[in-house]
């Protein structure tokens, strides 16, 4: 690894990832896509579907292959150039694997007890925090996930891991795994730094703490206007207030939302200081956050409905940019094998 190793016209590279397990939702556009669309000029992009990743793969495999294409599709909506930037297949990369298995000799089992991203997901799996679902036993995949993910970054060489919040642990422990693999073999890796987007972490439509699919509490990029609206008219505002009776700001999540979409922050900061002071109906701001969300999901809606209809676009995007993934890990893994004086026949 030297100031050389740069892509073509002297970029650095991305690379970051999403696990196929539905459409998107606004929660993924404003801790991470946006910033993916922000930078995929600036740098040499990979955006990696982490099908590999998808603990429900033995359950479900029919769906995770649908949710695949559900998020090419998102990535073509939201604008990320499949040209200028490499969408991927992690399976389709085999190298993923491959390196997964090797960094494993160097990884104590204790670093991926410490991760606490991991262990909450764990414990989400065992016990379910819906009293009606019974819990699971973790699949040895998901144990391994994150040295997976150290795989994932290190295999392009990537100098910079656009993401949400929740994965900052995973990206420590590439850097430190790079930083032990390069001291102790030979310097192969670029040590990546973390970029957490606009809104690091966006509450669901209940109030709860994180928008996610399994809460059902997401608004999603494809959802139409009269579902968005629906949504929002059911959206947890705070704790009850007369009409007009003014309320605080911070009990309200619906601020959270217009501060992160709305165009106008003035009228945000207007909104706030009538809703404190003589009070401002819940009817009255939520139609401004219709208003705000469906105007910046109309021209994201357009597009992937144009990309839906013609699949043989999508899936061309899909191809060449897993092609080109895979030239790059071709190279990281010859280097990685020479690192590590595995090229037994080579050296006879
Ligand atoms: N674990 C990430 C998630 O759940 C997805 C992911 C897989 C990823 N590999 C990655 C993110 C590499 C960044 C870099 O969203």
């Not at 995929?40 to 603990?55: C, K, N, P």
């Not at 604008?79 to 694997?97: K, Q, R, T």
């Not at 392009?156 to 795994?177: N, S």
């Amino acid at each position: 690894m030297t100031e050389a190793d740069l892509s073509p016209g002297g970029k650095k590279r991305i690379l970051t990832g999403i696990r196929p397990t539905g459409a998107l939702h606004l929660g993924h556009y404003a801790g991470a896509l946006e910033n993916w669309v922000k930078l995929q000029h600036e740098y040499d992009a990979y955006f990696l579907i982490a099908d590999y990743q998808v603990s429900d793969y033995a359950d479900d495999i029919a769906r995770v292959r649908e949710s695949v294409w559900e998020v090419a599709l998102d990535f073509l909506a939201v604008g990320l150039d499949p040209e200028g930037s490499s969408y991927v297949i992690e399976s389709l990369v085999p190298e993923h694997a491959e390196l997964t298995t090797l960094l494993g000799w160097f990884l104590p089992v204790s670093m991926l007890e410490r991760n606490p991203t991991l262990k909450a997901e764990m414990e989400a799996i065992e016990h379910p925090e819906d009293g009606q679902k019974e819990g699971k036993s973790v699949p040895v995949a998901f144990y391994t996930y994150p040295v997976m993910q150290v795989a994932n970054i290190l295999m392009p060489r990537a100098h910079l891991v656009p993401v949400g919040e929740d994965q900052l642990p995973h990206i420590e422990l590439t850097r430190e795994t790079a930083r032990r693999f390069n001291r102790r073999f030979k310097p192969v890796f670029p040590e990546p730094e973390a970029l957490v987007g606009r809104v690091a972490r966006l509450v669901g439509t209940d109030g709860n703490a994180k928008m996610s699919k399994s809460r059902n509490n997401a608004i999603y990029l494809k959802d139409d206007a009269a579902t968005v609206a629906k949504k929002i008219k059911g959206m947890y505002a705070g704790p009850p207030r007369g009409m007009n009776e003014p309320g605080k700001v911070d009990e309200n999540p619906i601020f959270l939302y217009l501060e992160a979409f709305h165009t106008n922050q003035a009228e945000v900061q207007d909104l706030k200081a009538r809703y404190e002071s003589t009070g401002v109906g819940n009817a009255e701001l939520k139609a401004k956050l219709t208003e705000a969300l469906n105007g910046l999901l109309e021209p994201i809606r357009e597009r992937r409905q144009q990309y839906a209809q013609n699949m043989t676009r999508v899936k061309e995007a899909l191809e060449a940019g897993t092609k080109r993934e895979r030239a790059i890990a071709c190279e990281t893994m010859a280097q990685v094998r020479d690192a590590l004086d595995l090229n037994y026949l080579a050296k006879y």
